[in-house]
């Protein structure tokens, strides 16, 4: 796997996510930090005005912005998102109202929904080797996996020794560095689009979603990855806190055992497509979820003390398993489905409808949670679980299967 990183170009841009990831889970603790200050005990409102604000921006801005700078190069594009990125992390210290954390939330969370769209793709033309590029999105899957597990823990050694405000020095250096090794990265040439108006390129990307039906599929499992990712991250902390009376810690255990199962898919999978087709796995990705929230819920039900710690501790594995069987191989669709031309418009068109599931089940994890308990929540997301999954089951049945093997040699 960590030979793709040969490639000069690709262990570069590979450097400058890891380095923004990292900058990002130092801004996620400051923010909250400095939520507190300002607001007190509303922090809680203000951090949720902020998350939905992200996720506002990300299904909003991103196919704009795609369809806006469609005809640039590249490199620009991502340099220019990191430095806003580094500015407004540069401005944050000194707010002291809600709605200026609000407003600097947005051009954040804007710049965000520019840079990681247009960087996942120029990757498939980094890596035009499909073996070569599956590595990379594993290599991918484990850096988001490893920065929920290690930024809070850097967070936390530095809180020990500096004020909360200077992480966002970390943060503002994080985006710098990124910026850095995008210029010091040589770009494939890669011709712009034909002219076009501007409507035309902001739904081309939701157009070819619609005209391909292993896109089409993906968008069910988008909604199935928001079903288990909502349960897991709004709720996690309620579950083990609220009702099972367990300890700070083991709410940190319970999310890095849905992070561990993540990674560990991430690892195995370049192998597993090897001899099974990508929408095989993803299909069994999907299907996996709703089952597993259902099984949670009679773990909920009818287990108590250690059986069913270690219960729910396997299923949250399990579930960090299925949901990385979806996403890791997701933008291998992506990259089949779309020209050179058109793939920064369809890797944001899914960061956008991918988004958009989660504003649907993250409100509905949170809320409904407090009001009809978390068994009976999950039971809600287990519904939509199955209608997302029954998609995208319906709709690949009758696409024959390929295997990234199967597919080398017929390029070849």
């Known amino acids: ?62 196919p704009s912005i795609a369809a806006l700078v469609a005809r640039l190069s590249r490199k620009p594009v991502l340099i220019i998102a990191d430095l806003v990125r580094a500015g407004v992390a540069v401005s944050l210290p000194f707010v002291s109202e809600a709605w200026q954390i609000y407003l600097l939330i947005f051009l954040l969370q804007s710049a965000s ?9 120029v990757i498939p033309s980094v890596l035009p080797d499909e073996d070569e590029y599956t590595h990379a999105l594993s290599l991918s899957r484990l850096a988001y996996d490893l920065e929920s597990l290690v930024s809070p823990m850097l967070a936390a050694a ?38 076009s108006g501007f409507f035309d390129r902001l739904t081309r990307g939701v157009r070819a979603f619609w005209a391909s039906g292993e896109l089409r599929g993906l968008i069910g499992l988008n909604l199935v990855v928001a079903t288990s990712t909502a349960m897991v991250i709004v709720n996690t902390v309620v579950l083990v806190q ?18 561990g199962g993540s990674m560990i898919v991430a690892l195995c999978i370049p192998k597993l497509l090897e001899h099974l087709s990508d929408l095989r796995v993803m299909l069994a990705g999907g299907i996996a979820p709703p089952i597993l929230l259902l099984t949670a819920v009679g773990v909920m039900a009818w287990m108590d003390g250690t059986p069913q710690w270690i219960a729910l501790f396997v299923l949250w594995v399990l579930l960090g398993a299925a949901t990385s069987t979806i996403l890791t191989p997701s933008a291998r669709l992506l990259r089949r489905n779309s020209s050179e031309q058109a793939r920064p418009v369809v890797f944001a068109a899914q ?31 287990v519904g939509i679980g199955v209608i997302g999954a029954a998609t995208a089951l319906m709709t690949w049945r009758t696409i024959p299967a390929r295997t990234s093997k199967t597919h080398s040699q017929t390029s070849a």
């Open 351 to 381: 960061f956008s409808l991918s988004h958009a599931c989660f504003l649907i089940t993250y409100p509905l994890a949170g809320a409904l949670g407090a009001a009809i308990g978390l068994p009976a929540v999950a039971l809600v997301l």
């Open 113 to 121: 929904a520019t840079f990681t769209p247009a960087f996942q793709a």
């Open 1 to 62: 796997m960590f030979a793709v990183l040969r490639n000069p170009t690709y262990a570069k841009l590979f450097s400058a996510q890891i380095i923004a990831l990292l900058g990002t889970g130092l801004l996620t603790v400051a923010l909250g930090l400095l939520a507190f200050d300002i607001a007190g005990g509303d922090a809680g409102v203000v951090m949720g005005v902020a998350m939905t604000i992200k996720m506002v921006a990300y299904v909003a801005v991103a």
């Open 158 to 195: 530095l809180l020990t020794v500096i004020s909360y405000h200077n992480l966002f020095i970390g943060t503002v250096i994080g985006f710098l560095a990124s910026a850095v090794l995008v210029v010091a990265s040589r770009f494939p040439r890669i011709d712009a689009p034909p002219p």
């Open 242 to 259: 609220g009702d099972l009376g367990r300890s700070q810690p083991d709410v940190a255990l319970l999310l890095g055992a849905y992070g």
